[in-house]
């Protein structure tokens, strides 16, 4: 796995975040859908649970849009084999801190 993220820029979590018309194909390519709510509508409850509890804290949230199309390229071009929670997190992390750098300039 590859490790890209920007130098000298602030941190951020990175959360997952999924499209109302796209969450069902997201948890057919996930091998842990099991662990995930089964609707969108409870999933979106618990994120902006999670999402309040980050910025809270005083963190910096970013939410980042999991596409079922790209995001399994993503994985393999990473050396993801599974598509999973870990990849999730590190796809969201990285992302949210390319964001950051990107706002930073």
């Known amino acids: ?5 920007p130098q000298n820029v ?3 979590t990175g959360i997952c975040w999924y499209r109302p018309e ?15 709510p089964g609707s969108y509508d409870e999933w979106l409850i618990q994120a902006e649970e999670f999402e309040q509890e980050c910025k809270s804290g005083g963190g910096k949230v970013v939410r980042v849009e999991i596409d079922p199309v790209t995001f399994p390229r993503w994985c393999a071009d990473e050396g993801y084999s599974n598509i999973d929670r870990h990849a999730r997190m590190a796809f969201a992390n990285l992302m949210a801190m390319k964001s950051l750098g990107k706002s930073s300039r």
């Open 1 to 5: 796995m590859k490790d890209h993220y």
């Open 10 to 12: 602030p941190s951020a």
């Open 22 to 36: 796209t969450y069902e194909r997201c948890l057919a390519m996930f091998q842990d859908s099991s662990d995930l």
